[in-house]
């Protein structure tokens, strides 16, 4: 079971590595809408300050929905999926091999890069340190739950912004409890809450996805 | 059963209104422009009941394979969207005499926003889709995603506003409300009960006329079809 997890992170994770421009453009985008963001409202650190933690996960947003495309398109496209479908390996199981690839290459940088942004918005280093930790609990989930969106919009017409339209409600409390902990340090309470209810987000889909994005992936492929 | 519900809805909203704008007294705090709950609240009650039907019809569509349930589904969606809208609509015309401003981000005004979302968003599935029982049984896995989420939402949104704000606003009313008052609310709660029957009734014949038009008893009961 481990073993088929890893081969398909493994494959994946080839794959992206043979692609690298696809890997970074994603991050790019993540850091160009963060740094639109001061240009739009104006260089005043109290109010960047203020809105860092809400800009920074909006943004981590956008990039996990655009980066979902990459997920089983391509698989889809040259008959690589229906091999996965019929393989006697449970369907979750490869499924969730493929998620946490698409995770390494989308959420961990993103997260990695948050701290750098972090600095940029003058966060102070307990804020910083908590965004990066709430995105690393909450990217996950970002990752698991845009898999069911993009299974479903498989090789649909408009299927971009048709994605973003199912999915993006449905990222609702991470981006509640995400931005809140970086909130909650600022106002001097602490952060331990919203990221242990965001570990519970990120176990709760870690559980269930899998098996919606397996039957999402056999209706649209059937 | 459809002329029935209808009937019986038209009755009721006439009642309701009856007792809602000549019988029910007027508020002591808000003067007349309460009045507008007796749409506003039954029509927010729809809106998150029919979503639960309509996951519930998605589901049993998924589990046992049955057209009818995912077409039930299916007609379903525009009359909770609709229920949506009119919610917040009318919230916000109440909402304007009342605190003096037509939209505030309280949790329940936010929550109940995303429900349209919700809404739109399995509609819009459906309609990308071109295969009807594609379209079906993908409806029916992101209304149950939905559905699982909806709880989740609610209460995230619920601790984001009251972690941001202290509670300005409050949409809970004075716990004595006169009878009168509940009586008209829970008449036009059944008023918009009947109508939601009705009307989720008729698209569905709308629905499987459509979708059966080459079979033979459709050709039989609509010759010139």
Not at chain 2, 100 to 120: C, K, M, N
Request: aromatic residues 10%.
């Amino acid at each position: 079971m481990i073993g088929t997890v890893a081969a398909v992170v493994r494959r994946d994770l080839l794959l992206a590595f043979r692609q690298r421009a696809d890997v970074a453009n994603t991050l790019l985008f993540f850091v160009v809408v963060v740094t639109m963001v001061p240009l739009g409202v104006g260089a005043e650190p109290n109010l960047l300050r203020a809105i860092a933690p809400g800009v920074v996960w909006v943004a981590a947003l956008l990039a996990a929905i655009l980066s979902l495309n990459r997920l089983f398109a391509a698989d889809f496209a040259d008959g690589t999926l229906e091999q996965m479908l019929i393989s006697a390996e449970p369907l979750p199981l490869i499924v969730l091999g493929k998620t946490a690839a698409h995770w390494l290459v989308t959420g961990l940088p993103v997260t990695a890069m948050s701290v750098v942004l972090g600095v940029m918005f003058d966060l102070g280093a307990e804020a910083t340190a908590t965004l990066a930790a709430a995105l690393a609990l909450g990217t996950p989930v970002l990752s698991l739950v845009g898999a069911v969106g993009a299974a479903l919009t498989l090789g649909l017409r408009g299927g971009g912004v048709l994605v973003s339209l199912l999915v993006l409600p449905l990222y609702v409390p991470v981006l509640i409890l995400g931005a809140g902990s970086v909130e909650a340090v600022a106002a001097g309470l602490g952060a331990a809450p919203y990221l242990l209810l965001l570990g519970a987000l990120a176990l709760f889909a870690l559980v269930l996805t899998p098996w919606a994005v397996s039957a999402a992936l056999r209706i649209s492929v059937e | 059963m459809i002329p029935w519900c209808a009937a019986a809805a038209i009755a009721l909203c006439a009642a309701g209104l009856y007792v809602g704008f000549f019988v029910a007294p007027t508020d002591a705090t808000q003067g007349e422009s309460y009045r507008i709950i007796f749409i506003h609240v039954p029509a927010a009650w729809m809106s998150m009941f029919l979503y639960l039907v309509l996951a519930f019809w998605a589901g049993v569509g998924l589990a046992l394979n049955t057209r009818l349930s995912a077409m039930m589904a299916s007609a379903i969606a525009p009359t909770g969207a609709v229920m949506t809208f009119v919610a917040l609509w009318s919230g916000a015309l109440w909402g304007r005499p009342t605190w003096g401003t037509y939209w505030v981000w309280d949790a329940r005004l936010t929550s109940e926003l995303i429900l349209l979302f919700l809404y739109f968003g399995f509609m819009a599935l459906q309609a990308a889709i071109d295969d009807p029982r594609r379209a079906d049984k993908a409806g029916a896995v992101l209304a149950l995603v939905g559905v699982v989420n909806v709880p989740i939402i609610y209460f995230s949104v619920k601790w984001w506003n009251t972690l941001h704000q202290g509670a300005s606003v409050s949409l809970t009313k004075a716990p004595t409300m006169a009878a009168t008052m509940l009586a008209g609310m829970i008449l036009m709660a059944l008023a918009f009960w009947m109508y939601a029957v009705a009307v989720t009734l008729v698209r569905v014949r709308a629905i499987i006329l459509e979708r059966e038009r080459r079979s033979d008893w459709i050709k039989e009961l609509a010759p010139g079809a």
